[in-house]
């Protein structure tokens, strides 16, 4: 496939998803209505702060009342759409719809160079339609931008590996959008205990190489998120990431309901009954304080449920079958992740062969996934935030499959054309 070919061919892959999910979101919500409350409390938060940075007033609430209680960076993206378009919802799904579709391109840029343009091509395909990939752009959720910016800064750092001493602007870029990454949902920093443990499989010379190119990253992921700590600590009295939505999550995945109720063990939900009128009215660093202490009590009383609930969370996280009451929902998600599965495991064997650089990162986000979910809760939006990382190695397993098909049906078409031939006598018999 030519070069010009290719870069038709992929365009026109992002413009499909673009339409795929423009299309679902003008049939399911309406790209122009309001943010609807039933649709989730996170992108309340997100489009509320967002308007109000576009607006000139800061990172705060509806009350004027600073705020920490979510880290920064999706309501940050949005804010420059609003400062052109003002308060639009039209405007920010099509910004979001863009990041998903472009996400496409990203997903085939991290494959082409070692496993050719026709996987790079499959991998956007795969992304474009997969209904765990489009179905966020649904709603002001964190997850589109997320999942952009993991892949980017992906394709990014393996580049910058490839160049060896030459990359390290590519290394920096590379930290730049993990930087994002981390503001957008922080789950990425589960990744990095597993980056530091998969140096001890490379030689001494690339070791020490790989460990220059992640200080260049870490060094820019440090200059972006620290002035956000150095702000929670001056202007909340906590340096934090977010005050609220973590220990709240921690909490919600560790209490009465969810270490003893089958239903929801392994899962996320605090009953109203378990929320105190003296936790309602505190303040956001008193709030996170006393839903922290509430979840280790509850530990601490059920010790002897915590196998049983790492065991529940890891199910959550793989099993194609997401706890909904929408039917559309719950059998698109399961149909693709039970399509989908198996060939992101055979790709990921093949791009051990092939691409050992993007093989260790997709495993570290997939790891990093792994380590959030036995700390917090099991979920399939934990594993949908990484797809286009998924997709990518789908579409290498994909082919994979794909090419054995057509030896083994080669060879079985050879050997019954060679019985014919032996079969037949010859034309002077």
Not at 7 to 12: D, G, P, Q, T, Y
Not at 141 to 147: I, L, N, R, V
Not at 163 to 182: D, K, P
């Amino acid at each position: 496939m030519s070069l010009h070919t290719y870069r038709i061919a992929l365009s026109l892959i992002v413009l499909a998803a673009l339409g795929v999910r423009l299309t679902v979101i003008e049939r399911f919500v309406g790209l122009g209505a309001p943010i609807a409350h039933e649709d989730g409390l996170d992108q309340l938060d997100y489009e509320l702060l967002a308007w109000r940075l576009a607006d000139g007033r800061g990172y705060t609430l509806e009350d004027g009342q600073p705020t920490a209680r979510r880290t920064p960076g999706t309501p940050l993206l949005l804010a420059p759409v609003y400062a052109l378009c003002g308060r639009s919802p039209l405007a920010a799904r099509l910004w979001f719809a863009v990041l998903s579709a472009a996400t496409c391109a990203v997903a085939a840029w991290l494959v082409e160079r070692s496993c050719g343009r026709g996987t790079a091509l499959v991998a956007a395909a795969l992304l474009a339609v997969n209904p765990g990939a489009f179905y966020y752009t649904l709603h002001i959720w964190s997850e589109a931008p997320y999942g952009f910016f993991v892949a980017l800064g992906t394709l990014l750092s393996i580049e910058a590996w490839r160049r060896e001493g030459r990359g390290v602007g590519l290394a920096a870029l590379a930290g730049a959008c993990c930087g994002v990454a981390l503001l957008i949902r922080p789950q990425v920093v589960f990744c990095l205990p597993l980056v530091v443990l998969s140096l001890w499989w490379l030689p001494l010379a690339a070791r020490w190489r790989a460990v220059r190119q992640l200080a260049v990253q870490g060094a820019v992921v440090a200059a972006m998120v620290l002035p956000w700590v150095v702000r929670n600590a001056v202007v909340m009295g906590k340096p934090c990431l977010a005050t609220v939505v973590g220990p709240m999550t921690f909490w919600g995945a560790h209490n009465e309901v969810s270490l003893t109720d089958p239903q929801w063990r392994g899962r996320w939900d605090i009953p109203d009954h378990l929320v105190s009128d003296e936790l309602r009215q505190a303040d956001e660093i008193t709030k996170g304080e006393m839903a922290t202490d509430q979840a280790w009590a509850s530990l601490r009383t059920h010790a002897d449920q915590i196998p049983i609930l790492l065991a529940a969370k890891l199910y959550w996280l793989v099993t194609p079958f997401e706890p909904t009451t929408n039917r559309g929902v719950y059998w698109s998600f399961a149909l693709a992740w039970i399509v989908t599965g198996p060939l992101f495991v055979i790709g990921l064997r093949e791009l051990v062969r092939r691409d050992p650089a993007l093989a260790v990162q997709i495993l570290c986000h997939a790891g990093g996934v792994v380590l959030g979910t036995l700390l917090f809760y099991g979920a399939a939006r934990f594993r949908h935030a990484i797809e286009p990382l998924l997709m990518a190695s789908t579409a290498v397993g994909l082919v994979w499959c794909l090419e054995r098909i057509r030896q083994i049906t080669a060879a079985a078409l050879a050997r019954v054309g060679t019985r014919h031939r032996t079969s037949v006598p010859s034309a002077g018999r």
